[in-house]
């Protein structure tokens, strides 16, 4: 039979046991919460109130009807961005825009704008931090998006606008790359996933450039510009949410979210790269021929004289 004392000392047992248990379940269970709040706090909020945001315009799509904007219907139609998706952005863009037309910003100002948050994107997804690099990256290719936008908006489109436009989207693709590879630069086979990404996606626009320079459309394929913005965006920011449930320990977490996506997007840029090369090959061989330039006939006289005359030298 237990004494007095025995008993009271298995009572204060218990009773600690029931108080801090509920604590250290929540630290087993819910990895999460112990995050930094400077962390959480956007990690959980943002998406909440681009969630929200969303919930809120397919309410106004069911009541008005869904937009219609006609700078999306020259964009090929694809599943891996819906249509109410890319109204949903251009929905929510308008006020910034509005403010950026009142304010005198110029296009090209907000493209060089994105290069800038694109490089600070990248910086950060080299050291690590996911959720602040993915954030950013979104938000750069928001500007990316903007542009022209105020463009349009204000009867600004040029031909040079469009060249710098297109310049700095290509520095803006090489840049977010490079700060992925640089911290995957210790695995090899994600090293490696995210170089194969970043050629499929040079090629995917540069083949597109190319093909309309000559004269033929090659607006086709999967994951383009605008896709990968968002799948990468999007994937890089709510990493570290999956990473503090898979991966709670890892000094240096691969981010499987991202992973991924990577390879999803490794496997559909190039996939899209072969597609519009080939549309590209087929538009040029079923051209018809250019004719020849006929130049009016020589007589043997002036051809021999021709051979014999000195002509010009251009340096």
């Known amino acids: 039979m237990l004494d007095l004392t025995n008993l009271v000392s298995l009572t204060a047992v218990a009773s600690s046991v029931s108080i801090s248990s509920p604590a250290s379940a929540n630290s087993v269970t819910s990895p999460l919460w112990s995050l930094p709040k400077t962390v959480l706090i956007p990690l959980l909020g943002l998406p909440a109130f681009w969630v929200i945001s969303f919930l809120i315009y397919c309410v106004k799509c ?3 009807g869904m937009d219609r904007t006609p700078r999306i219907d020259q964009v090929a139609k694809t599943p891996w961005l819906p249509r109410i998706f890319m109204e949903f952005g251009y929905w929510m863009f308008r006020i910034p825009v509005r403010i950026f037309i009142a304010l005198g910003i110029t296009p090209n100002m907000i493209t060089f704008l994105s290069m800038l948050l694109t490089l600070l994107a990248a910086g950060a997804i080299a050291l690590g931090h996911f959720a602040f690099g993915g954030w950013t990256l979104l938000f750069a290719f928001t500007c990316d998006a903007w542009d022209g936008i105020v463009a349009r908006a204000t009867n600004n489109c040029t031909a040079a606008g469009e060249f710098f436009d297109s310049t700095m989207d290509r520095y803006n693709d090489v840049f977010t790359f490079l700060g992925f590879l640089y911290y995957y630069r210790n ?11 970043l050629v499929g996606s040079t090629i995917v626009s540069y083949s597109r450039a190319k093909g309309d320079s000559v004269g033929v459309s090659a607006n086709v394929g999967y994951m383009q510009r605008h896709e990968r913005g968002v799948w990468l965006g999007v994937s890089t ?5 999956a990473a503090a449930y898979i991966e709670p320990t890892a000094t240096t977490p691969q981010y499987h979210i991202v992973a991924v996506v990577m390879v999803l997007m490794a496997i559909m ?3 899209t790269a072969v597609w519009r090369i ?5 538009g040029l061989t079923a051209k018809p021929a250019s004719k020849p330039v006929r130049h009016p006939k020589e007589s043997p006289a002036s051809s021999a004289s021709a051979d014999f005359t000195p002509q010009p030298t251009h340096s």
């Not at 695995?187 to 990404?197: D, K, N, S, Y």
């Not at 080939?278 to 087929?282: A, I």
């Open 237 to 241: 920011a709510i990493a570290p949410i």
């Open 62 to 64: 069911v009541i008005f």
């Open 187 to 197: 695995e090899p086979w994600l090293f490696g996933v995210t170089a194969i990404t």
């Open 269 to 271: 840029t190039n996939i």
């Open 278 to 282: 080939k549309v590209v090959m087929n």
